[in-house]
């Protein structure tokens, strides 16, 4: 396994990342989480993502927050939290059930970290991320009617600012370590960079954002943010929702799979993507290569990328994508791939 210092902290985390979303709803129990949670330890993973949100299957008033009961569960039992690279979330607005749907302001902010501590059983978080911004954004497939000059404009500086004094006291308190961001954009990674250097507050040193085969937003822009100011990319759905693996390819929906309980994966299982995954499972089959490991060691491949975060409902999944890190794609699989890329170049 290797590490990657995130962002300008003092902390290593591997290469991959393990997800967490689907355990405690209707994809994962428990003794499933422990048991990829032992493995991939075992295996040399220290990151673990989660959030306030989690399990997302389904998203529920009821399932609410139980992805870090059992994530402090396994603390408790195993003694591991010094072990372990924590990485947790704030909702942003739009969920009725999570503080009435409002923006994350700062009561909510401190309301949920403390609750996050207590589900997570420990008393600091190593990287606080903020879900998704209060402001309108294009990502969660909003790309194809995002306009906000159809939206009454807020002061979103200021909002920025707010979020950030509200961490430096989390911070000051010992609460959190770092920093983080999730479905952000450009400009609003800047703006936390450059208010935090203004004001003195915490700087951000990470982003959590798709990233996939399919979906290569962070190659253009968020690639500078990253090489100038040191924010890594956490790429979430490397495998774009399963996608990549093939499962899905000519209208198949295996039992059990994501699709069969959460109907189009976010939106990403639609027929333009069908002629660009078939392409990609092509290359693979060609090459001798494992789809979903080839998906995956093409992340790893980016110079922008902290870590890849892989999520897994089977431990038969959870050692095919853990073993990407032992796969180095030939020149001749980067040229077949680019290509591809250049023909379908945003099929979700």
Same mark, same amino acid.
């Given at each position: 396994m290797k590490y990657n210092i995130l962002g300008r902290t003092d902390m290593s985390v591997s290469e991959i990342c393990l997800g967490t979303m689907t355990w405690g709803g209707g994809q994962n129990t428990q003794d499933d989480a422990f048991a990829q949670m032992d493995y991939s330890v075992d295996q040399g993973v220290n990151f673990f993502d989660t959030a306030e949100l989690y399990p997302t299957t389904p998203l529920s008033p009821e399932t609410y927050g139980g992805t870090e009961e059992i994530i402090g569960n396994w603390f408790e039992k195993t003694g591991k939290r010094k072990d372990i690279i924590l990485a947790t /979330?704030? #909702?942003?607005?739009? *969920?009725?059930?999570i503080r009435d749907g409002r923006p994350a302001d700062a009561a909510g902010i401190r309301e949920a970290l403390d609750l996050s501590l207590k589900r997570l059983k420990t008393d600091y978080i190593d990287l @606080? %991320?903020?879900?998704?911004p209060n402001r309108p954004h !294009?990502? !969660?497939? %909003?790309?194809? $009617? !995002?306009?906000? @000059? %159809? /939206?009454? *404009?807020?002061?979103? +500086? #200021?909002?920025?600012?707010?979020?950030? &004094?509200?961490? $430096?006291? +989390?911070? /000051?308190?010992?609460k959190v370590r770092a920093i983080g961001l999730s479905n952000e954009t450009t400009w609003g990674t800047q703006k936390f960079l450059t208010l935090s250097e203004q004001k003195g507050l915490p700087r951000v040193a990470s982003v959590q954002n798709e990233y996939n085969l399919l979906y290569r937003h962070h190659d253009l822009d968020m690639a500078e943010v990253s090489y100038y100011e040191d924010v890594g990319l956490l790429s979430y759905s490397?495998? #774009?929702?399963?996608?990549?693996?093939?499962?899905?390819?000519?209208? %198949?929906?295996?039992a059990g799979s994501r699709a069969s309980i959460n109907g189009n994966l976010g939106g990403r299982l639609q027929p333009l993507q069908e002629p660009a995954v078939k392409a990609y499972v &092509?290359?693979?089959? /060609?090459h001798g290569l494992d789809p979903s490991q080839m998906a995956l060691a093409f992340c790893l491949t980016r110079g922008f990328m902290a870590s890849v975060i892989i999520g897994a409902t089977t431990m038969e999944q959870l050692k095919t994508d853990i073993a990407a890190k032992d796969v180095t794609l030939s020149d001749d699989v980067l040229k077949e791939i680019a290509a591809v890329h250049r023909q379908y170049p945003m099929s979700i």
């Open positions: /979330k704030v #909702a942003g607005p739009g *969920r009725p059930y @606080y %991320q903020i879900h998704w !294009f990502h !969660f497939r %909003q790309a194809w $009617d !995002f306009d906000l @000059y %159809q /939206k009454p *404009r807020t002061d979103a +500086a #200021a909002d920025i600012l707010m979020i950030l &004094e509200t961490l $430096d006291e +989390a911070v /000051k308190a010992g490397p495998l #774009a929702a399963g996608l990549l693996s093939g499962k899905y390819v000519g209208g %198949q929906v295996p &092509e290359i693979a089959g /060609k």
